[in-house]
């Protein structure tokens, strides 16, 4: 989810940290009406790997992988552990990465965003025209 507006930084022992902003002050984030666009994109965004901020550690909401400290928890199939297919569990604490995160322009997830055609999914050929 890394797009330039959360860096991620490694502490000198290891664990990866995300950004230490306040989520919750967050201003100018995406207006993506997410519900409607769910069935086309089937939440691919949520998919996407990020380490958690001190502030997601501390208020112990956000599951992370204590595989890897401290990216956020996937499922078996790399889907987050907060997304039970069409909300996320976790809204109201989100990271932020997903509060400022804008699918429209990612490649990962629209072909064209306005014509609503999801890219391709990972693994999938394009057809020939």
Known sequence: ????????????DGPELG???DKYALL?????DCATLL???????CSLVFALAPQDLVE???R?????????ARRASGDCVHHDGERCGVYAHR???CRRY????????????????????????????
Do not use: K
């Open 1 to 12: 989810m890394n797009q330039g507006d959360d860096t991620a930084r490694r502490a000198a």
């Open 19 to 21: 950004a230490d902003v």
């Open 28 to 32: 100018d984030l995406p207006r993506i």
């Open 39 to 45: 069935p086309l994109c089937r939440a691919r965004c």
């Open 60 to 62: 112990g909401v956000v």
């Open 64 to 72: 992370f992988d204590p595989a890897r400290p401290y990216r956020i």
């Open 95 to 97: 990271p932020a990465p």
């Open 102 to 129: 804008d699918c429209r322009n990612d490649p990962r997830i629209w072909h064209d965003f306005e014509a609503r055609i999801p890219a391709a999914e990972p693994g999938q050929m394009e057809e020939d025209s």
